[in-house]
Nanobody
Framework: QLQLVDSGGGLVQPGGSLRLSCAAS????????IAWFRQAPGKEREGIIC????????WPKDSVKGRFAISRDNAKNTAYLQMESLKPEDTAVYYC?????????????WGQGTQVTVSS
């Protein structure tokens, strides 16, 4: 019953923007830390940003810092990844995940992934 559903991916031109959604059901996403990962073809999955559920601090990777941001809508039990100034190297399958903290390697739940393609 516990589930995360990713959505919002698609094709966007370099320099464009997208907002990905991560809708939770069966649990309250508000009390969890929210992490976003991505995996490009032939590459390992990497964590790119995390919103800590305890103190609200955001932990972005340098590659996305200043361009990507996490937000949360408690009423909708949904988290978002706002992506701006997208680059071709951002092309990947993006996954949201819920964890107790941003400092653990164990994710409690994963979304199914949504494809983001940045290309002219």
């Amino acid at each position: 019953q516990l589930q995360l559903v990713d959505s919002g991916g698609g094709l966007v031109q370099p320099g464009g923007s997208l907002r990905l959604s991560c809708a939770a059901s069966g649990f309250n996403l508000e009390i969890y830390s929210i992490a976003w990962f991505r995996q490009a073809p032939g590459k390992e999955r990497e964590g790119i940003i995390c919103l800590d559920g305890s103190d609200g601090r955001t932990w972005p990777k340098d590659s996305v810092k200043g361009r990507f941001a996490i937000s949360r809508d408690n009423a909708k039990n949904t988290a978002y990844l706002q992506m701006e100034s997208l680059k071709p190297e951002d092309t990947a399958v993006y996954y949201c995940a819920a964890a107790h903290t941003c400092h653990t390697q164990i994710m409690e739940k994963w979304g199914q992934g949504t494809q983001v393609t940045v290309s002219s």
